[in-house]
């Protein structure tokens, strides 16, 4: 395993200046002159409790060290550390896209079979679905997801899969044009990921599965929304995976001769 210091990542500010805000917004409301007292203070109540609460949790311990001799946690509802012979896999994983924008990309930890984890099992493998420890969403730190990918690469190894990258490299995320009745974004979105995921575990049948599903839901006709992704660009793109999915690899065709 490599050496040198361990990686500390820091805590994104954005809790606690959104709770601040909050705080203040309401403090600011109870103080003004005001006709409709009853309504606005209880506006402003709310605020001040729902700031309250968020900066509690904003000034909760936390750390998160990625090192040598494995991971040092010191968050809300897990204080341990992790030694690296304790990990199986850390998946670096990207949820689909919601309402066509990208959510955070979180750590998942799939510990070895023998090893108990200690928080509560929450999720699952994407590809394989083993159970899953989720140790961080990556908007709870200042790094970028490519510093947080760079450090577990690092100390980590081969336990670490970077699975974005790896759906990239499989099937780039189609860059599809949103506007008024077009295709439903989180259909698409997950009929793409359903694809990616396929390519990226490098099984046959599960191609094969994938694609099916994709040109059954394209057959029966792809559900319209009020606002969704253009039509010409999406069939061309799912087309696209569809192709990349019939692509087999020469060690999966039997041979003819």
Known sequence: MNGGPSVELRRSRGALVLALVCVLGGV???ALPRDDALLRTIIAVGAVALGVV???SALRPFRFGIGADGLTIRRPGLRRSIPWAEVDTLVLDEPPRRDGRPVPPRLLLVPVPSVTPGPRVTARHPVDGRPAVELLVLDQVREQPEQVSAAL???AGDRFVD???L??????????PTGLRGYRMDQVDQLIRLGQDALVSGDAQARQAARAEIERAC????LVAQRGYGGLQTEAAL?????????QPSTDRETTS
Not at 219 to 222: C, I, P, Q, S
């Open 28 to 30: 600011v409301l109870l």
């Open 54 to 56: 968020a900066l509690v």
């Open 153 to 155: 690469a690092r100390y």
């Open 163 to 165: 699975l974005p990258a």
């Open 167 to 176: 759906r990239r490299a499989a099937f780039a995320d189609p860059d599809l």
């Open 219 to 222: 057959a029966a006709g792809l």
């Open 239 to 247: 087309n696209a995976l569809v192709a990349a999915l019939a692509d």
